[in-house]
């Protein structure tokens, strides 16, 4: 790159309701995602609630210490129903469009670099359970995601601090095993709605911003997918996380096996001929057995960590998951979790 890489952090559960980031928001309620707290609130406490959290939760203090501590971007997840009733049907969701603006401002007085996601949580399942837009079937809403990105390239283009998009978060792809086939969206209705989607940025915002596809859990399935000379400025986007792994964990040699996964799914990926970047990853190490102490497991810990931002190094972009967390969770907390690093190490 003839820049310096982006290494940042997610800023996962700010503008949509994340569980695992806020339960205090859900523990009354016994609900599990957004959706479902919707629905046992009602529409009117729901909206308190969410206002509420998006003006404490995150601010323009901490765009100031996320810049301090070395970091030179931020990857935000907006969610499909940014625009409110300016935007595709929204039913119960509130919008968030001035958060994002503010956002913009915050980044640009610190000099760091916006990469926006559109984010379809809980993920863009076919579900029935799911209705985005009205409609449970990607093919039944994805133009009206198209839309939204068209919608937010053209208000940022013109932006400082706004480096790219990326068209969807965390896509849940079909997979056929033998006659069995598993839920997700058909790879042939994805890439064409990545086609689409990348001609949306390049009508409303020029050249310029990068244009990020996630590989949706198949980093080998992308083969000179947009490598074309017609594709200017496409990334990939892998999220690398290993908590659920099955790896004994109990020396540095389990530790580095996950490093060493995560280094064979960046080359997968980098087989479509595109750059692979890093959208997600995490300090988290999968379960460890009753024998490993607090103190064991926090030195593991800090080696999986350098190990991984090691396997990065030529990656285009990085960006930890998260910055924050109501629990502080160790390997989640980018406050915790790269607190000891030095700033250098992150470059």
């Avoid at 601090?161 to 969807?168: C, D, K, P, Q, S």
Wanted: glycine share 8%.
């Amino acid at each position: 790159m003839g820049e310096r890489a982006l290494h940042g952090v997610n800023l996962t559960g700010w503008l949509e309701l994340e569980s695992w980031v806020t339960p205090s928001l859900f523990a009354d309620s016994g609900a599990l995602d957004e959706q479902a707290l919707i629905t046992v609130l009602g529409r009117k406490r729901y909206a308190a609630l969410v206002e509420e959290h998006r003006s404490s939760f995150i601010g323009a203090s901490d765009f100031v210490k996320i810049a301090s501590r070395g970091f030179n971007a931020v990857r935000l997840p907006v969610p499909w129903y940014v625009f409110g009733p300016d935007g595709p049907d929204a039913g119960p969701y509130v919008g968030c469009i001035d958060y994002v603006d503010e956002a913009f401002s915050w980044a640009e007085e610190v000099c760091l670099k916006l990469v926006l996601v559109l984010s379809v949580s809980p993920g863009s399942r076919e579900d029935e359970n799911l209705t985005i837009c009205g409609k449970a079937d990607f093919r039944g809403y994805r133009d009206h995601l198209t839309s939204v990105v068209r919608a937010l390239s053209a208000r940022y283009a013109h932006r400082e601090g706004f480096f790219g998009i990326e068209v969807l978060e965390e896509p849940v792809v079909q997979r056929r095993n033998f006659l069995q086939v598993t839920d997700g969206v058909p790879i042939h209705v994805l890439r064409n709605y990545y086609r689409d989607a990348y001609n949306a940025v390049r009508a409303a915002a020029g050249d310029d911003p990068v244009v990020i596809l996630p590989d949706g859990g198949v980093p080998g399935g992308w083969g000179a997918f947009m490598a074309q000379s017609q594709y200017q400025k496409v990334w990939l986007d892998c999220h690398l996380t290993h908590h659920r792994d099955k790896v004994n964990i109990t020396g540095p040699s389990g530790v580095r096996r996950l490093a060493d996964a995560s280094r064979a799914s960046l080359e997968a990926t980098k087989k479509s001929g595109l750059p692979a970047m890093v959208g997600a990853w995490s300090g988290a190490l999968p379960f460890a057995d009753s024998l490993m102490t607090p103190e064991g497991h926090i030195a593991l810990e800090r080696v999986y960590l350098s190990e991984q931002i090691a396997a990065f190094r030529k990656c285009p972009a990085w960006f930890f998951q998260t910055w924050k967390t109501e629990g502080r969770i160790s390997g989640w907390d980018a406050r915790v979790s790269l607190a000891t690093f030095e700033r250098r190490m992150l470059d």
